[in-house]
């Protein structure tokens, strides 16, 4: 299971979304349930939401993740010199057959919207 997120719900507790991969189908998850989603949902929500991702930058890697296509997801957070607060972001890195850099995106916008394309995909169902 791979945390993309953590933030205090209503209640006061801390909740999380996660991603995980069941029976080779790419899942994510938060206190309401979980649901599929397909593996390009996750390249085409960073490359929407995100920018190149500077691998010079000083970032602390908190996780990685490898999707079932080869594509590598990285958990890292990242302080600028004028943050106060370290903010997570989510890096893609294409499989080897993608040529393309890496791409990094907030994780609070990338949780929020795959949970909307997952919760959006049960609807449909």
Same mark, same amino acid.
């Given at each position: 299971?791979?945390?993309?997120?953590?933030?205090?719900? *209503?209640? $006061?507790?801390?909740?999380?979304?996660?991603? #995980?991969? /069941?029976? +080779?189908?790419?899942? %994510?998850?938060? =206190?309401?349930?979980?649901?599929?989603?397909?593996?390009?949902?996750?390249?085409?929500?960073?490359?929407?939401?995100?920018?190149?991702?500077?691998?010079?930058?000083?970032?602390?890697?908190?996780?990685?993740?490898? *999707?079932? $296509?080869?594509?590598?997801?990285?958990?890292? #957070?990242? /302080?600028? +010199?004028?943050?106060? %607060?370290?903010? =997570?972001?989510?890096?893609?890195?294409?499989?080897?057959?993608?040529?393309?850099?890496?791409?990094?995106?907030?994780?609070?916008?990338?949780?929020?919207?795959?949970?909307?394309?997952?919760?959006?995909?049960?609807?449909?169902?």
């Amino acid at each position: 299971m791979f945390k993309i997120h953590e933030f205090s719900s *209503l209640a $006061g507790e801390l909740s999380a979304v996660s991603l #995980r991969v /069941l029976d +080779g189908q790419l899942e %994510i998850i938060s =206190d309401d349930g979980a649901w599929p989603l397909p593996e390009a949902a996750v390249r085409a929500v960073v490359a929407r939401f995100g920018a190149p991702f500077d691998e010079h930058a000083r970032i602390t890697t908190v996780a990685c993740f490898r *999707l079932p $296509g080869g594509a590598e997801l990285s958990h890292v #957070r990242h /302080l600028a +010199g004028y943050d106060v %607060i370290a903010r =997570d972001y989510i890096v893609y890195r294409g499989s080897e057959a993608q040529t393309e850099g890496a791409l990094c995106a907030l994780a609070r916008t990338v949780a929020a919207a795959l949970l909307h394309l997952g919760r959006a995909g049960q609807q449909t169902v």
